[in-house]
């Protein structure tokens, strides 16, 4: 690779071309609804980004487009040839298979999966379900299970990818906080095993701090980048240290000011407004 | 189920009491329900409805057939889509009746007219219920088998078919519908010499004038037509069971 370093986040790259890279991505929905204005953003690889914004600012529709679902109107996306893995908003586990069947299914189309046998990929299968804490439940099927619990399906099913870049949307938004804490441990456990890049979206902003390298805040109507928080708290982080608290704080209050400022009757209609005032 | 049977044979009874019709014409329940227990014992019924169901797994089972391919290819390709979907439609809405003349002029007084006409009658509905199952994939499954690293022919087989399922069924159950009506019409106008048949007993009971006959056969016909009808309603319901569609609130 003769690629030239980019500096598109200065002294954050370090010659390697980042696993994700977005370069001034717009997407227009319709003929006037701007989701996505201009947006820079850029994960490096075995980096832990975490997204944050108000709802409807435009956080899945950017999934969507790094998970080359949908396409940008304007602007760039590299993501090189990583192979890149998608937890949705919801569940979408596949209704006429069980449990082990929708992460066997996974398995199967996976490149060092292609080979293997079936009864392979139910031994990994249940693995990959006893480290979402749902061994047993393989062979039940995903209406038999809460939404939580679904939601821990689509995350074994994810990993079950076996991707470069795992994309995951408001993944852990129906757990209660014991549960949530014993999958953060396991999720970073993995991020760190795999060497993961993760684009993570959440609403919670503690939990922001607690997984990401890296929170990025998105403002809304239309989604812009508005402030990249690095976060160099020592791991592993409790979701309940004061430190993490602190930081959470600070995020929150720019969240909030964001908010507000949406939240007022007059606000410029976006095309190239400012964001400050 | 045993009340509506009850009910029904009463306000029969009512109406033959009535006085409506001369009882030679309309028989009462209890002298056409003798007349049905006497044809069950005779072997000949059992060979004419052995004719009758015969034709009738042959007749569905070809227009599974060409319905699946029919239905795949026109749910695929997007030129033969525009020429042929609402085609598809237009033909489910033709009366099978009115395929006969042709049938008939193509192959004669045979089994094979009947046939023809059974498969145009069942193969359209079977077909639009797998185009309709394909079309309305939930985008959201798409989407996941995408992601999974599926395309066109794998995507087909793991999302699209198995998300098309439900709607399948319900085409296969309206496709049967329309297969055993075209079935008894057939049986009616195409009679083949020495070849006994369930349509074939309703024509010879209306020759003799024959009422109590005529009715049981037509007993035997009504029934048929519900208990398949019921083995697909109970796929159906398994299938939602399993799926957790079940529509039933409370
Ligand atoms: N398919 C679509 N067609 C039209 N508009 C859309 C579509 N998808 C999203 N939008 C609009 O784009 C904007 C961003 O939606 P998006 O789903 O990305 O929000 P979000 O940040 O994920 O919100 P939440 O946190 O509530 O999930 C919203 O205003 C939404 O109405
Ligand atoms: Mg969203």
Redo the contacts between chains.
């Keep these: 690779m003769t690629a030239p370093i980019q500096e598109l986040r200065p002294g954050r790259t370090d010659g390697h071309e980042p696993a994700v890279r977005l370069d001034a991505v717009s997407k227009v929905y319709g003929r006037e609804l701007l989701a996505l204005d201009q947006v820079a953003l850029s994960v490096d690889r075995g980096e832990f980004v975490c997204l944050l914004g108000a709802s409807g600012c435009g956080k899945s529709t950017l999934l969507?487009l790094v998970?080359?679902?949908d396409r940008p109107t304007a602007g760039e996306i590299d993501t090189g040839d990583a192979?890149?893995?998608?937890m949705?908003q919801?569940p979408?586990?596949?209704?006429?298979l069980t449990v082990s069947g929708n992460i066997e299914?996974?398995l199967r189309?996976?490149s060092s999966g292609k080979n293997t046998t079936k009864k392979e990929r139910r031994a990994r299968a249940t693995e990959l379900l006893e480290i979402v804490h749902l061994g047993g439940f393989g062979d039940k099927?995903?209406?038999?299970l809460s939404g939580g619990m679904r939601q821990r399906v689509a995350l074994a099913?994810a990993l079950a990818?076996e991707a470069d870049v795992l994309l995951m949307d408001e993944p852990f938004g129906a757990l209660d906080a014991m549960t949530r804490d014993l999958l953060h441990d396991e999720l970073e456990r993995i991020w760190r095993e795999r060497e993961l890049s993760v684009l993570f979206v959440t609403h919670n902003v503690r939990e922001a701090v607690r997984l990401g390298d890296r929170v990025v805040l998105l403002s809304s109507r239309p989604g812009k980048v508005i402030e990249d928080f690095p976060v160099t708290l020592p791991r592993p982080r409790r979701t309940d240290s004061a430190e993490v608290a602190e930081l959470a704080s600070t995020i929150t209050d720019r969240l909030r000011q964001e908010v507000l400022r949406h939240a007022k009757p007059a606000t410029q209609p976006a095309a190239g407004a400012g964001i400050e005032k | 189920m045993i009340s509506a049977i009850v009910l029904v044979l009463a306000i029969w009874e009512l109406v033959v009491l009535s006085g409506w019709r001369p009882e030679y014409v309309l028989p009462g329940p209890v002298a056409v329900l003798a007349d049905l227990w006497n044809r069950l014992g005779e072997p000949e019924f059992y060979e004419a409805l052995g004719v009758t169901m015969r034709r009738a797994i042959t007749g569905f089972a070809i227009a599974v057939l060409v319905g699946l391919v029919v239905g795949a290819a026109v749910s695929r390709v997007r030129p033969l889509r525009a020429a042929l979907g609402s085609l598809i439609t237009g033909l489910q809405t033709m009366p099978s009746i009115a395929w006969f003349p042709l049938a008939i002029l193509f192959f004669k007084l045979s089994e094979s007219a009947i046939l023809f006409v059974v498969v145009l009658g069942a193969a359209p509905s079977i077909a639009n219920g797998l185009i309709a199952g394909v079309d309305y994939t939930p985008p959201i499954l798409l989407r996941a088998g995408h992601i999974l690293g599926l395309r066109r022919l794998a995507l087909y087989r793991h999302v699209i078919l198995p998300a098309s399922l439900p709607s399948f069924l319900s085409g296969l159950k309206q496709g049967w519908a329309f297969a055993w009506r075209s079935l008894m019409a057939g049986e009616l106008l195409v009679i083949i010499a020495h070849q006994a048949s369930i349509g074939e007993q309703l024509d010879n009971a209306r020759e003799l004038s024959d009422s109590p006959g005529l009715l049981a056969t037509m007993i035997v016909i009504l029934v048929i037509g519900i208990v398949v009808d019921m083995c697909f309603g109970a796929a159906d319901n398994a299938l939602r069971r399993r799926w957790g569609l079940d529509q039933r609130v409370g």
């Design positions: 969507n998970a080359g679902l192979r890149i893995a998608m949705f919801e979408a586990l596949f209704p006429w299914l996974a189309v996976t099927r995903p209406h038999e099913r990818q």
